[in-house]
C-alpha cells in the first residue's frame, strides 16, 4: 500500500510531465504578445501572461506573475484563471509554498478545481522534497565537520608523540 507521500510524489511527477509538455513555443508568444500590443485588452493580456507562466526563462514566469496579479487587482472576470496561471508560475520557479497557498485560496472558492487540486498535491511534495534534500545536506555537511575534527585531532595527537 503506497503512503500519502508516495501518492503526492507520483502526482507531482505526473503534473511536472504536463507542464513539461506545455512549454509555450517563440512564435506562439510573439503572436501573443503583438496582439496585446495591437489591442491591449484583458483578454489579449490575459491570453500573453497564462502562456508566460509555463515557460521556461525566469523573466517571462516573474513577467506573468505580474501581469496576471494586476489583472486579478483590476477585477478581471476570470480571476480563478489568473490565480491558476500566477500559482504554476511560482511553482515552476520552486516558489512551492507561494503556489499552495494561491491553490488554497481557490479552492476554498471553488473546491471542484482538479487542476488547482493537482497543483496544490504537487507543491506540497515539491516543497517536502526540497526540504527533505535540505536536512541531507545539512546532515552530510555535519559528517564532514564532525569527521575533519576527529581527524585533526588524531593529527595533532599523533605530532605530540614523536
Do not use: W
Not at 489579449?44 to 502562456?51: E, G, T, V, W
Not at 504554476?88 to 481557490?106: M, T, V
Not at 496544490?120 to 527533505?132: G, V
Amino acid at each position: 500500500m503506497r503512503t500519502t507521500k508516495q501518492i503526492q510524489r507520483e502526482r507531482r511527477r505526473q503534473l511536472d510531465e504536463k507542464l513539461a509538455l506545455s512549454f509555450p513555443s517563440n512564435d506562439l508568444l510573439e503572436d501573443l504578445a503583438s496582439k496585446c500590443t495591437k489591442d491591449p485588452s484583458q483578454d489579449n493580456s490575459f491570453q500573453y501572461a497564462f502562456a508566460l507562466s509555463k515557460s521556461r526563462n525566469t523573466g517571462e514566469l516573474h513577467y506573468s506573475i505580474s501581469m496576471l496579479d494586476s489583472l486579478v487587482k483590476n477585477g478581471y472576470e476570470h480571476q480563478i484563471d489568473c490565480m491558476y496561471g500566477s500559482a504554476i508560475a511560482r511553482y515552476l520557479l520552486g516558489e512551492y509554498d507561494k503556489s499552495r497557498s494561491i491553490c488554497e485560496a481557490i479552492l476554498r472558492n471553488r473546491p471542484e478545481n482538479d487542476a488547482a487540486a493537482e497543483l496544490h498535491t504537487a507543491s506540497i511534495a515539491a516543497k517536502d522534497e526540497e526540504d527533505e534534500n535540505k536536512a541531507k545536506k545539512i546532515a552530510v555537511g555535519g559528517t564532514v565537520a564532525v569527521a575533519a575534527v576527529g581527524l585533526a585531532l588524531l593529527l595533532g595527537g599523533a605530532r605530540k608523540h614523536r
